[in-house]
């Protein structure tokens, strides 16, 4: 399914038996990251894989970790 005008395209999207969402979409070549992602827990936790090589996860209990582009952590 393309997205017209958001510069991606979904690729997949789902719910598991433990109940956790995800999606998946892809960004094209021109992207770090072309095949990014999110998932989101049913404890409340989720993660993202960002098309410009970052990552994202929040515990779901205020603790988070955001790693950029480069691969440092903040």
């Given at each position: 399914?393309?997205?017209?005008?958001?510069?991606?395209?979904?690729?997949?999207?789902?719910t598991n038996s433990q109940g956790n969402h995800w999606c998946s979409r892809d960004y094209g070549s021109g992207a770090s990251n072309s095949n990014?992602?999110?998932?989101?827990?049913?404890?409340?936790?989720?993660?993202?894989?960002?098309?410009?090589?970052?990552?994202?996860?929040?515990?779901?209990?205020?603790?988070?970790?955001?790693?950029?582009?480069?691969?440092?952590?903040?």
């Open positions: 399914m393309s997205s017209s005008g958001k510069g991606y395209t979904y690729t997949g999207s789902g990014s992602y999110h998932y989101s827990n049913s404890n409340g936790s989720y993660y993202y894989s960002n098309p410009n090589g970052s990552t994202y996860y929040n515990n779901g209990n205020g603790g988070s970790t955001y790693t950029p582009p480069s691969g440092g952590k903040k």
